[in-house]
């Protein structure tokens, strides 16, 4: 009896001591050091450097292994890259052991997420071409009034048509649409002579294109406000609704197309909405001949963009040589590597001309930078724009309004923390 | 047991005993490390308001008691229609996918248990080797299967059927149904259970959601045979015989001969299932993150996502411990019925009085000796 009893008892013992060590290293390990905000220079240390990286493929992995190498090279700390499979699974991981990466790729969905909850350096100030990023990248990575990681490349939306059925349907490179009236009719003229017209997503990462063009958005200027179901949105996608009943535009899914340059390459559309992504449809589809145009005007010039940023953990052991590496990295020339290597948009305005004598064929990317709006990225709206593309999907059969006007209550919530 | 004669041997158990525990203590040390521990965190996150940021233990981490679970329950906003949303569609799927998976697996069994049977060893292999290929692997599979343009709907349209877009295709399968029968999708319905509207409670699993029930019942049915299987063998020829002599037809001797005798493995096999369906991630983290409009979401992938998305890190802690007291529940409950189903089992009286019966006769023989 004496030894049944002691036995469970002895385990509980040694379960809660192990309990108690562990609440031993978790707090030793991150100890608050409390670094005040962006006050003063970081000290440079010879600490090794990670940088964790989600990468697109192999020219984009070699090409950031390359320059963070030469780095290390020229400063003499030395520098490894590791690409993640699922970024947001091994950045939170590292977060919560309190040894992260130095350097991390953030994209915006997760960015004022992980600055609220302290995860995150905010060191923009001390960037030294600070001045020569878009002012709307440096605002998508700006929480509570600071600037804080510097936008590593963006990507813009714009109209991207397969010149040979354009060309097969008669028409010529007079008539690529400016307006939301040509587009339109051009797309029905598309469907008239046998051929695909408009495809696109019904997601806002998409459609949302539309209430830009209509000079709306989904939250105020301020960001404080939500502006869900404004009446400029609510006009954006009774017009999308309408291109889609009256068949001048399908779905990706209708058609059977993963993404855009699916339906492109497959020639299930003439027209579609994507990003300078676009360029890697080429590996797919040989023999596509494509051309990248300005989307067209609602009652203004409007697209969206997407924007990662050299996010810097506050618990990294050597923010002096991180800080280094990203003012390496973000240089103009380095960002005209990047963009030769793996297709991406240089994040500061000094490389925009480079870049367009470099890349002709993709000047309506970054005309649209001038005008792009940012999706809005406060901490819990990813989920509301997730639940506003699954409610979208039955955009066809249902009422704009109704949605909106559900997403809007979710968005107030939101944004009130 | 009071015996003076029992005292040496006592002393033996307990030699007995420190050694059991001492060949035990790793097992029990990596356990208590990687499983115990991990619970109690676990279950300490969901009362917090972690935000991932250090050690959830650190100090600045705050009680807040139940608060994540209401948010979770209340069906409120979007995180009370998601969780509403994940228990619907994994209710359905596991509605589904057990009993079909069940009666597949016993039917495998009984053909493959056949002694007439040729190439009994091929059967086994193929039949089993679903289960043991990864689940990842398998979900490529099928989104290549089951693509709009696949090889499914290929097959489909031999037949002149119009097969859908699969895993794009949202609309529930008993609302395409009813929409068939003239009943109209009612534009507003309100909410009633977990923020989500009766209707939706209706429409049932969607497309995107059947080709996911198909290849679960692919996938395990080929493990649960293997069960039944070494039942079927342990049962013996004798029974089925003294059955045959008796008259018995053979869908009488399976039914009230062969099936009451695999009642035991018979729930283990439903507990399994029942298990295994509500805690369905693999397939949702690889094929369809949830999509289309969350019809494929079940509750430990909105757990994963809760948590690693929304950096809402008590909040997927408490669906996990939530989604843990579903499945103890429906445990619960299948025993209770298939307990109480069967007048051969012995109830707990009768268990109790053939103990204390079989003590009073080795207490005799013991005296007898």
């Known amino acids: 009896m004496l030894i049944r009893r002691s036995a469970p008892l002895g385990l509980i013992a040694a379960g809660a001591a192990v309990v108690l060590t562990l609440t031993a290293c978790g707090g030793n390990s991150t100890s608050p050091t409390a670094s005040g905000g962006a006050s003063g220079a970081y000290t440079k240390t010879t600490n090794a450097i990670t940088v964790l990286i989600g990468s697109s493929g192999a020219a984009e992995t070699s090409s950031v292994q390359a320059a963070v190498a030469a780095w290390a090279a020229k400063s003499g700390i030395s520098a490894k890259v590791q690409v993640a499979s699922d970024l947001t699974q091994e950045a939170s991981q590292g977060f919560a052991s309190g040894s992260p990466a130095d350097l991390l790729y953030v994209s915006t969905d997760q960015f004022s997420g992980w600055a609220k909850a302290g995860n995150l350096e905010a060191y923009g100030d001390q960037l030294a071409n600070k001045a020569d990023f878009y002012p709307n990248l440096v605002s998508a990575f700006t929480y509570n009034n600071q600037f804080y990681c510097a936008p590593k490349d963006f990507s813009t939306l714009a109209l991207v048509v397969n010149t040979d059925k354009w060309k097969a349907a008669g028409l010529t490179d007079a008539d690529y649409p400016t307006t939301w009236a040509q587009l339109e009719s051009i797309s029905q003229k598309l469907v008239a002579a046998k051929q695909p017209g408009l495809v696109v997503s019904n997601e806002i990462q998409r459609l949302g294109v539309f209430v830009a063009q209509n000079g709306g958005s989904l939250v105020s200027a301020d960001g404080k406000t939500a502006t869900v179901n404004s009446d400029a949105n609510v006009a954006a996608y009774t017009f999308a609704k309408k291109l889609l009943t009256e068949g001048a535009a399908k779905l990706n899914s209708d058609v059977g197309a993963g993404w855009g340059g699916e339906a492109l390459g497959k020639g299930l559309a003439t027209m579609v909405i994507e990003g300078n992504w676009i360029t890697g449809v080429k590996k797919d589809y040989p023999t596509l001949n494509y051309k990248v145009v300005e989307l067209p005007a609602g009652t203004q010039k409007g697209t969206l963009e997407y924007t990662n940023c050299w996010g810097m953990s506050k618990d990294g052991k050597n923010k002096g040589g991180a800080l280094d590496l990203v003012n390496y990295l973000t240089t103009t020339q380095q960002q005209l590597q990047f963009a030769k290597d793996f297709g991406v948009m240089p994040s500061v305005k000094s490389a925009a001309s480079d870049y367009k004598s470099q890349f002709p064929e993709m000047t309506a990317f970054l005309a649209g930078a001038d005008y792009a709006q940012n999706l809005p990225a406060q901490p819990g709206v990813a989920a509301v724009l997730a639940d506003l593309n699954s409610q979208m999907a039955k955009l066809k059969t249902s009422d704009p309004k109704s949605i909106l006007d559900t997403e809007q209550s979710a968005m107030t919530q939101a944004l009130a923390g | ?369």
């Not at chain 2, 599979?141 to 895993?167: D, E, I, Q, R, Y």
């Not at chain 2, 890190?313 to 989604?323: D, P, Q, T």
């Open chain 2, 1 to 369: 047991m009071s015996d003076h004669g029992q005292r040496p041997r006592r002393s033996g158990i307990n030699r007995q005993g420190v050694a059991g525990w001492i060949f035990v203590a790793p097992t029990i040390l990596i356990l208590g490390l990687f499983m115990f521990v991990p619970v109690l965190m676990a279950a300490w996150v969901s009362l917090s308001n972690w935000n991932g940021h250090g050690s959830p233990l650190e100090t600045g981490v705050g009680y807040v008691g139940g608060n994540n679970y209401v948010a979770v329950l209340n069906g409120q906003g979007i995180a009370g229609r998601d969780f509403g949303t994940s228990i619907r569609n994994n209710f359905y799927y596991a509605l589904l996918v057990v009993p079909i998976q069940t009666a597949i697996s016993l039917g495998l069994a009984t053909f493959v248990n056949r002694r007439a049977l040729k190439g009994k060893a091929f059967f086994r292999t193929a039949f089993y080797f679903p289960s043991v290929t990864s689940s990842v692997a398998i979900t490529v599979l099928w989104l290549f299967l089951f693509a709009g343009t696949g090889s499914v709907n290929s097959v489909l349209s031999w037949f002149g059927v119009h097969g859908p877009n699969w895993f794009q295709d949202s609309r529930g399968i008993f609302q395409i149904l009813l929409n068939a029968l003239g009943v109209q999708t009612p534009a507003n319905p309100p909410a009633s259970l977990f923020g989500i509207s009766w209707w939706e409670w209706v429409a049932g699993p969607s497309v995107a959601m059947c080709a996911f029930i198909f290849m679960a019942v692919f996938t395990t049915s080929g493990t649960f045979m293997l069960l039944f299987l070494a039942a079927l063998q342990a049962i013996g020829e004798e029974t089925d015989e003294a059955a045959m002599i008796d008259g018995a037809s053979a869908w009488q001797r399976f039914r009230y001969v062969t099936v009451p005798m695999l009642r035991p493995t018979l729930f283990t096999v439903l507990t399994l299932g029942t298990i295994g369906t509500w805690q369905v991630f693999d397939q949702i983290y690889t094929g369809t993150k949830g999509g289309p409009s969350k019809t494929t979401l079940t509750p430990a992938y909105l757990s994963y996502d809760a948590a690693f998305t929304s950096q809402a890190w008590g909040r997927g802690s408490a669906i996990a411990f939530i989604l843990f007291f579903i499945i103890i529940v429906f445990t619960l409950l299948q025993r209770m019925i298939l307990g109480q189903a069967d007048p051969t089992l012995p109830s707990r009286r009768d268990r109790l009085a053939q103990r204390r019966l079989s003590t009073l006769a080795r207490r005799g023989t013991t005296k007898g000796a």
